[in-house]
């Protein structure tokens, strides 16, 4: 019984963090990954603004702005905040709300839908304090159409305790040792997706490179990519312990090996299109002096997309935008061709060898900031929500310790100087820890895309 309660207050005290100094075995850990997810279904309704917030961020004004996703066939989003107020969103698919004003104390804020055939009514609730909000929001429905009361975290926190103590007595606490099967290199591999030229990415990265090296003690390889896919395939394969992923590339890559797993990105800085904080957004851009400057206007014009694998170049055009035309791309535009990156389909719009593209905010920031072009060269007819920052993702097949330092390398990156170039370069204010879960947006895109193309092939 002494042994019980030893481990359970141990577990409780390292809740939320990583365990260090305990034994971890590869299947054990596999296994709590597969149980976590086991049955979780994804959200209805999603808040992706403000949701990815990183290590928290103060509200210091209100009113405050929402937005988000909802693919199910609804007549409108509603909302309400139990401190007074309430109203319709903007939109439907790619909603957004303005003029949500926050009282003094807590403030529950609730968004719901009903489905237009099923009369299923949808649901998620926030509580957030004037001031500060609690993130992230969560999201809970049942499937006769009869909104759930939302689940308090601390539940599943005290179940997830109860599991790992008694994982923790029926192993033992154990010091955690060379020979337990965990890969410790002498060697970490580094990949970043294509975002610029090849050699330009790897002089921006060479801070950080040196700043994990110096963390971890090994000596640091760069795979240079030659596609979104090329990084997934190599992570999965284990030729790659650390990456930078397109949020859709890293959900393929989840999807094909459970072992990669996120754990920062980036805290972006204002840009001259893009919103400060760890999310951004896909853009329509046309040339500036061109007709087409509305949505409608680039009905059959010439379109370009970055990568299929790409979240902002490709899912979040083929469903978002797609469910807002209410047609295909391919029948909307006259044509449609991939550029293999976001700099690349800027140039073509600006040298007038395609009509529009789509791109993600923050790479559009980097090719002004090459000086190639202007913020004043385009037009701006189209935004989505607001997706989560390219996750950085290692292998869970990495010693803990390792992996622990990778983690710090990355969450204290703005505190080493020479990284300042770096963190300039990427135009982010510094690092901050995600999870998994956040990029469940992600998967929502994903599963809608799927649905999409299963009725493409019946018609």
């Given at each position: 019984?002494k042994?019980f309660?030893?481990?359970?207050?141990?577990?409780?005290?390292?809740?939320?963090f990583?365990?260090?100094g305990?034994?971890?075995?590869?299947?054990?850990?596999?296994?709590?990954?597969v149980?976590?997810?086991a049955?979780?279904?994804?959200?209805?309704?999603?808040?992706?603004?403000?949701?990815?917030?990183?290590?928290?961020?103060?509200?210091?004004?209100?009113?405050?702005?929402?937005?988000?996703?909802?693919?199910?066939d609804?007549d409108?989003?509603?909302?309400?905040?139990?401190?007074?107020g309430?109203?319709?969103?903007?939109?439907?698919?790619?909603?957004?709300?303005r003029?949500?004003?926050?009282?003094p104390?807590?403030n529950t804020l609730?968004i719901?839908?009903?489905?237009r055939?099923?009369?299923?009514?949808?649901?998620?609730?926030?509580?957030?304090?004037c001031?500060?909000?609690k993130f992230?929001?969560k999201s809970v429905?049942?499937?006769?159409?009869?909104?759930?009361?939302?689940?308090k975290?601390?539940?599943?926190?005290?179940?997830?305790?109860?599991?790992?103590?008694t994982c923790?007595?029926l192993?033992?606490?154990?010091?955690?040792?060379?020979d337990?099967?965990?890969?410790?290199?002498?060697?970490?591999?580094?990949?970043?997706?294509?975002?610029?030229?090849?050699?330009q990415?790897?002089?921006?990265y060479?801070?950080?490179i040196?700043?994990?090296?110096?963390?971890t003690?090994?000596?640091?390889?760069?795979?240079?990519?030659?596609s979104y896919s090329?990084?997934?395939?190599?992570?999965?394969?284990?030729?790659?312990?650390?990456?930078?992923h397109?949020?859709?590339?890293?959900?393929?890559?989840?999807?094909?090996?459970?072992?990669?797993?996120?754990?920062?990105?980036?805290?972006?800085?204002?840009?001259?299109?893009?919103?400060?904080?760890?999310g951004?957004?896909?853009?329509?851009?046309?040339?500036?002096?061109?007709?087409?400057?509305t949505v409608?206007?680039i009905?059959?014009?010439?379109v370009?997309?970055?990568?299929?694998?790409?979240t902002?170049?490709?899912?979040?055009?083929?469903?978002?935008?797609?469910?807002?035309v209410?047609?295909p791309?391919e029948?909307?535009f006259?044509?449609?061709v991939?550029?293999?990156g976001?700099?690349?389909?800027?140039?073509?719009?600006?040298?007038?060898?395609i009509?529009?593209?789509?791109?993600?905010?923050?790479?559009?920031d980097?090719?002004?900031?090459?000086?190639?072009?202007?913020?004043e060269?385009?037009?701006?007819?189209?935004?989505?929500?607001t997706?989560p920052?390219?996750?950085?993702?290692?292998?869970?097949?990495?010693?803990?310790?390792?992996r622990?330092?990778?983690?710090?390398?990355?969450?204290?990156?703005?505190e080493?100087?020479?990284?300042?170039?770096?963190?300039?370069?990427?135009?982010a204010?510094?690092c901050?820890?995600?999870?998994?879960?956040?990029?469940d947006?992600?998967r929502?895109l994903?599963?809608?895309?799927?649905?999409?193309?299963?009725?493409?092939?019946?018609?």
């Amino acid at each position: 019984m002494k042994k019980f309660f030893l481990s359970f207050i141990i577990v409780i005290i390292a809740s939320g963090f990583a365990i260090s100094g305990c034994k971890e075995t590869r299947g054990g850990l596999k296994g709590s990954a597969v149980l976590k997810e086991a049955g979780r279904e994804l959200p209805d309704i999603v808040i992706t603004e403000p949701r990815f917030v990183g290590d928290g961020k103060i509200l210091k004004v209100s009113p405050i702005e929402l937005a988000g996703l909802t693919f199910n066939d609804i007549d409108a989003i509603y909302w309400t905040n139990n401190r007074g107020g309430s109203g319709i969103a903007e939109g439907t698919i790619n909603w957004r709300i303005r003029g949500v004003d926050l009282q003094p104390g807590n403030n529950t804020l609730t968004i719901s839908a009903k489905d237009r055939s099923t009369g299923r009514m949808y649901r998620t609730e926030s509580c957030s304090r004037c001031g500060r909000a609690k993130f992230p929001f969560k999201s809970v429905c049942d499937k006769h159409g009869k909104v759930c009361i939302m689940k308090k975290i601390i539940i599943s926190r005290l179940i997830i305790v109860f599991f790992v103590s008694t994982c923790l007595i029926l192993s033992g606490v154990r010091c955690i040792s060379a020979d337990d099967g965990w890969k410790d290199p002498d060697i970490l591999t580094f990949s970043i997706i294509p975002t610029e030229e090849t050699i330009q990415e790897l002089t921006i990265y060479k801070p950080l490179i040196d700043y994990l090296s110096k963390c971890t003690g090994k000596k640091i390889n760069f795979y240079m990519p030659a596609s979104y896919s090329s990084v997934v395939e190599a992570q999965v394969n284990g030729w790659v312990d650390v990456a930078v992923h397109g949020p859709f590339s890293y959900v393929i890559a989840h999807e094909k090996d459970p072992d990669i797993v996120v754990f920062a990105t980036y805290k972006k800085k204002q840009g001259y299109i893009s919103k400060s904080g760890p999310g951004y957004q896909s853009v329509i851009i046309t040339k500036k002096g061109s007709k087409y400057t509305t949505v409608e206007s680039i009905k059959g014009a010439t379109v370009v997309l970055t990568d299929p694998d790409s979240t902002s170049g490709n899912l979040v055009p083929r469903v978002v935008f797609v469910k807002e035309v209410g047609m295909p791309l391919e029948k909307y535009f006259k044509r449609v061709v991939y550029s293999g990156g976001h700099d690349l389909s800027i140039m073509a719009v600006y040298d007038g060898r395609i009509d529009c593209a789509f791109v993600a905010t923050h790479r559009f920031d980097n090719v002004i900031d090459r000086s190639v072009v202007k913020k004043e060269d385009f037009n701006y007819i189209w935004w989505s929500a607001t997706i989560p920052q390219d996750p950085f993702a290692y292998r869970m097949d990495l010693h803990p310790q390792l992996r622990e330092k990778i983690r710090r390398a990355f969450l204290t990156v703005h505190e080493e100087p020479t990284c300042q170039a770096w963190l300039d370069n990427v135009k982010a204010e510094k690092c901050v820890s995600m999870k998994d879960t956040d990029y469940d947006v992600i998967r929502l895109l994903n599963r809608a895309y799927e649905e999409v193309k299963s009725q493409n092939k019946k018609q």
